[in-house]
């Protein structure tokens, strides 16, 4: 049986499709598993055993479309259910399993502060749209391979290298990240050498934190590439981080994981860490919380009390203990 699955975004969507790309390919017979995505997100399947293709989306759907036709497929399992695919299914004509996105109870939840939306994790979701074709959970944590092999003392200082947390700072919106002095507070309170995680949108901000430390902090921001990023993670005692896709990456290595969420809530999205054995799910319960699904560039009260009234005390105890 020959089957693409499609999810064009976002890292931490995508992320979570591997358990379902795993389990078609495990579970059902003979089955070869293509996977679509956009180019920028490659690198999440690049490696992966458990797809036989990897196809991008090209700038014209038509030329899409066409690449899809010419492959024959038996089957689409749609989990991203958006305009595109509901061309690219139209078009094709082929058969057609599609996620279901509950959009209107995800606005209602927001607009309500209550979460109305299945409770189930996003990988759960995903898993009910392959039901059909007999395949369960596995049970087993999302997948993420490693490209290359990296020197861990050519990435880090020798005080990082026999043990260190990994605080991932950086995400795309303000209202996922913590303010530098919260971030700072935490870091002075741990037992291990810190080791700073993000792009270069934060290295400003690691530069802060490190220089009010000292060296028990080492800012990789904007140095380390993505894999090597991926290979520090998977070798760290422990894994501090917001919602971002590094701390969602994070979980295919069971490290032990503090997911702190500010403006935005891991019921709403249903992506909290998924089969990891040691997991801290931290946020402050406000009557404005969340402000937004996806994040946003300011706090829309101006008082930003998700992430400046966020507890230190179970972050610091989870990482020391």
Known sequence: MKILVIRFSSMGDIIYTTPVVRCLKKQVPNAEVHFLTKPA??????????????LLLKPSLTDTINEIKAEKYDQI???????????????????????????????????????????DHLVDRYLKAVKFLGVV????????????????????????QN??????????????????????????QLKLPVLLLGGNDVKANGDEIAAAIGTSVYNACGITSLDESVFLVSKAKNVIGFDTGLTHIAEAFNVPIAS???????????????????????????SCRPCSKFGLEKCPLGHFKC???????????????
Not at 164 to 181: E, Q, S
Request: aromatic share 10%.
């Open 137 to 160: 959970n596995d049970d087993n944590p999302i997948d993420y391979y490693i490209k290359a092999e990296h020197d861990i003392t050519k990435l880090l200082p020798v005080s990082h």
């Open 260 to 286: 702190v969420w500010g403006g935005t809530t891991p019921d709403l999205l249903g992506v909290w860490p998924y089969k990891v054995k040691e997991v801290l799910v931290a946020g402050v319960d406000l």
């Open 307 to 321: 992430m400046n009234d966020m507890p230190e005390a179970d972050i610091v105890n989870f990482s020391n203990r």
């Open 163 to 188: 043990g260190y947390a990994a605080f991932v700072i950086g995400a795309t919106h303000f209202t996922k990240r913590m303010p530098n002095y919260k971030i700072i507070s935490i870091c002075k």
């Open 41 to 54: 997100f490659k690198y999440i399947y690049d490696n992966n055993p458990y797809v036989d293709k990897l």
């Open 77 to 119: 399992i749609d989990l991203h259910n958006n305009l595109r695919t509901s061309i690219i299914k139209l078009r094709t004509g082929i058969k057609a399993s599609t996620y279901k996105k509950q959009p209107i109870l995800k606005w209602l939840s927001l607009k309500l502060k209550r979460n109305l939306v299945s409770k």
